[in-house]
């Protein structure tokens, strides 16, 4: 197997760092929409709370069926799919009349933030062990989407509407996979494996890190550190509302700072 030119793995990284701030912006798109769609239906803070936190829990355990998908057929696939089917469901919400259906879509709108798993196994192939590190922490800087949603998204909301800024993200999430197929490349283990007979793995071999307690271990670390993250992420423009008064847009910045 050849090793990717620099230019390819540089690349890579860009596109999939540029593909995962859109989904994450895509996957906190509740904790501003989820406002007026609480003051439309008159929610309960529990039901804001089950609305809002749907999409995480799909985005979580969405991770471990990319992550094997991912290895057997090749980030950029698996990626564009992804991105195309998240989008598809925020489309879909904007249409959603009821509590219920709401539900339903946030379902949907989780599977973007299960790219994180695609973009780290894609990106990881492009580069060899010393320098994996640096490469997936400049991936990991499309957290930033977070931040993105909660400046741009309460202005875009005051304007048009939470109907129209799920249709506005699902159109850049939409963009963003067409743009991502065409200008990515296959990772080398996937076109490697294009022209060779090889077989894949078996899917209990895909699975074995589970029985590594070391696995779960970091699991934990992650559940509690980037968990706390999201949930800050996701709650915190409306409990600046309920408690401080402020309006949408002011929350939206602060929560994002």
């Not at 490469?135 to 957290?143: D, E, K, R, S, T």
Request: charged share 10%.
């Amino acid at each position: 197997m050849s090793h990717p030119s620099q230019q390819d793995s540089r690349r890579a990284l860009s596109l999939s760092t540029l593909a995962f701030t859109i989904c994450f912006a895509v996957w906190t798109i509740f904790s501003i929409i989820g406002i007026q769609i609480s003051q439309q239906l008159g929610l309960s803070e529990t039901q804001f709370g089950l609305l809002v936190g749907l999409p995480i829990l799909t985005g979580s355990l969405s991770r471990i069926v990319l992550g094997v998908a991912t290895d057997r057929l090749g980030g950029r696939l698996v990626y564009t799919l992804n991105m195309l089917s998240a989008a598809l469901a925020t489309l879909l919400l904007s249409w959603a009349t009821t509590y219920p259906q709401m539900l339903l879509a946030a379902l949907g709108v989780g599977l973007a933030g299960g790219s994180f798993a695609v973009g780290v196994a894609y990106v990881s192939r492009f580069y060899r062990d010393a320098q994996q590190g640096t490469a997936l922490g400049i991936f990991g800087v499309g957290n930033v989407g977070a931040a993105v949603t909660k400046f741009v998204a309460p202005f875009v909301m005051v304007a048009v509407g939470w109907q129209a800024t799920a249709q506005i993200w699902a159109l850049a999430l939409a963009v963003t996979a067409v743009l991502f197929w065409f200008l990515s490349k296959d990772d080398p283990v996937t076109a490697a494996r294009r022209g060779s007979a090889a077989s894949r793995r078996s899917l209990r071999a895909e699975f074995a890190p589970l029985r590594n307690l070391q696995v779960w271990r970091f699991s934990a670390y992650y559940f509690f550190a980037f968990g706390a993250f999201v949930a800050l992420a996701l709650w915190l423009p409306h409990y600046l509302i309920g408690v401080y008064g402020f309006d949408v847009k002011v929350a939206g910045m602060v929560g994002a700072a």
